[in-house]
């Protein structure tokens, strides 16, 4: 639809999906932001023995779950990616060291400068990099924990809604469980796509064909994801305007 001012949908589950409108907000204020998860995080009961061992935190949900717990005390050490999960983890009273912006890059520098502490990795039931795995065979002292679950949620209405117009859709996908559940639900969309992928893996899981332009952030961050999704917004919005 010429002129249609394009939708941003945010499928990412929450916190981190509010936090983004709110970003969006002070961003873009001009755009349509709607926000519905394809996925509902679901903490588990884990019987977890931290002991002497350095936990290792690649996402804001196993953060939420040390906080919910209190398994891990106050004063471990842990191995983050992102800088919000290490900052939440220090929050938390934790020895936290940011290890990159991805599961590949805190593997490279925990197997380039082997930490002093056996290892365990919180995680959730769907988890990219086998990080416990890959460490292990580096030589590392490495055990894993599930501890929350990723429940795939159907589409708003609104959302299916807008899936179904001809207005430029840009979606943001944060993950390739997300990416290929979201390309699920938009196998028989009209809206013509914008994508921005956190992740060259995230990209590969969105398999819609009617999709106009693919990005990948150049960095898995949040502050470059929302750059991108920025500078998207406007290009779609001066190219269908």
Known sequence: MQGAQPIILITRPEPGATRLTQALGVRCP???????????????????????????LTSQNAVHWVAQTGVVPAGTLAYCVGARTTARARELGLIAHQMGDSAGELVTRLTDTPPPARLIHLR???SRGDIAATLTRAGLLCAE????????????QAAQSALQDQTPVILPLYSPRSAALLAGAARAARAPFYTVAISSAADTAWT??????RHVAKRPSADCMLDTIVAVFDAVQNLEG
Do not use: K
């Open 208 to 213: 819609v064909p009617q999709t106009r332009a």
């Open 124 to 126: 959730g039931v769907h």
């Open 145 to 156: 924990q599930v501890v929350y679950a990723q429940d795939p949620v159907p589409l708003t």
């Open 30 to 56: 001009q755009a349509r932001v709607l926000q519905s998860p394809v996925m509902r995080i679901r903490y588990m009961d884990a019987p977890v023995e931290i002991g002497d061992r350095a936990v290792i």
